[in-house]
């Protein structure tokens, strides 16, 4: 499974709680500061997720399987947090993860479970996913709020302030956020919608890594930089003990109102330094040696950036939307995430008041993913990415996917979602497809 992280991270310091109607939350807004130095929380997310029969004249090792398949994933998060000193937290997030991906998270660049980690298991096994320190310093400005939540302690804090971040997370806990689409606990599933596809985030394969973030808020602009450990190859299980693979990563943010509604635009970049190969070489080195085309054999320590557009936009009280797109460098290979060269999505998030059920929330998005004409040829000439490969691809196309999903409370702690996926060209291969997706989501927050 790779998951990007909980979206309540997002007010835990990398971003700014809105107090207005999100059409993705039901956590209530209180008046007083409640004061906390110590909380443990918790969290339990299970999901099925099963694909129809779709048209698959052939298949390879990474395909998709076309003759229909159910898979389920279940974790359990613990959240234990204890306040430092003024400004300071410690968290610990111990996780029991089990279940896999369809296809055992194989066959489609946006993978549409965002709950499924690139690891599966039958049995359930625990994981110590994030350990971190977490330090805001006040700067001014108005005193906010902040609101008891899953890794964020119950107090305030200063509207203009700087916090540092070091230990152990998800570099998608800080950047890339988007109120409206990135979490697959509680909003859209696909990975190329809670995340922007081209956004190669330093993780392991559990999406996790080593690192740190520095973020200054003022006034409505937010600047935010970060460090981080790759692993120690391309999509390991481990990450580099000495750092020698990193990335750093750049983002800017503008907070705005747009008639009279808010709204945040990001800009992000990022840089990975590590051993990767180059698609070419890889595809000049197969016609030598007549075998398929294999990157690693041709890795050699060198740069892969990207940069990513992400906007959020609330258009009514209940009804925001969303628009990522980006594109990273499409000769040389993915380090961490997902196959994607170039991605473009947009999507609604709307809040069920108009049908008097103010608890429920539907989205609806789409995604283009895209890869270069050297990806393309490689894996025509038999290669396999980090998710997707036939075996050859003769008739490349955009991987095309829309995702709705209807979310509903069951208790107050409890909420059921219904989603829906269909997949065009999965794996960038036009002879195969479309898939049909189709699953539930059922998630309890202690």
Request: glycine share 12%; aromatic share 12%.
């Amino acid at each position: 499974m790779f998951r990007t992280g909980d979206a309540v991270w997002n007010s835990a310091g990398s971003e700014m709680k809105d107090t207005s109607r999100s059409p993705s939350s039901d956590a209530p807004v209180s008046d007083a500061f409640v004061e906390e130095d110590w909380a443990i929380r918790a969290q339990t997310t299970f999901v099925t997720q099963g694909n129809s029969r779709f048209r698959s004249p052939y298949r390879g090792p990474n395909s998709l399987n076309a003759k229909g398949q159910i898979k389920e994933t279940f974790d359990f998060t613990l959240y234990a947090g204890m306040r430092l000193w003024p400004g300071a937290e410690i968290w610990l997030n111990p996780e029991v993860d089990q279940g896999f991906g369809l296809s055992t998270t194989l066959g489609v660049a946006g993978f549409p479970n965002g709950e499924a980690y690139k690891v599966g298991s039958i049995t359930p096994y625990v994981k110590l996913h994030r350990a971190f320190i977490r330090q805001i310093i006040g700067l001014g400005g108005e005193t906010e709020r902040v609101d008891p939540d899953l890794n964020q302690l119950g107090g305030s804090r200063q509207a203009d302030r700087i916090v540092l971040t070091l230990g152990k997370f998800s570099v998608a806990d800080v950047f890339d956020t988007n109120r409206y689409a990135h979490d697959p606990r509680t909003d859209f599933l696909n990975w190329a919608l809670i995340d922007t596809g081209t956004f190669d985030y330093a993780a392991n394969a559990w999406g996790y890594t080593v690192g740190a973030a520095a973020e200054w808020y003022q006034d409505a602009w937010v600047f935010r930089a970060g460090f981080f450990d790759l692993s120690i190859v391309p999509n390991s299980k481990d990450l580099d003990p000495g750092f020698n693979q990193n990335q750093a990563v750049l983002e800017i943010e503008r907070r705005h109102e747009l008639w009279g509604r808010p709204g945040k635009i990001k800009v992000t970049g990022f840089l990975s330094r590590g051993r990767m190969g180059r698609f070419d070489d890889a595809v000049r080195l197969a016609m030598v040696t007549g075998g398929p085309a294999d990157v690693a054999t041709v890795r050699r320590y060198r740069s892969r950036p990207g940069l990513s557009f992400n906007l959020e936009q609330q258009i009514l009280p209940d009804v925001g939307m969303f628009v990522r797109c980006g594109l990273a460098d499409g000769n040389v290979e993915p380090y961490e995430f997902t196959d994607v060269d170039r991605t473009l999505a947009a999507g609604l998030s709307i809040a069920g008041e108009r049908w008097g059920r103010p608890s429920d929330t539907v989205g609806l998005a789409g995604v283009i993913n895209g890869i270069t004409r050297p990806h393309q040829a490689y894996f025509d000439a038999g290669g396999l990415g980090i998710l997707v490969g036939d075996g050859r691809l003769p008739h490349p196309g955009a991987e095309r996917i829309v995702e709705a999903y209807y979310s509903l409370p069951l208790a107050p702690s409890i909420r059921l979602t219904f989603d829906s996926q269909i997949v065009v060209s999965p794996g960038y291969n036009r002879d195969r497809g479309p898939a049909f997706i189709f699953g539930t989501r059922l998630r309890a927050q202690f």
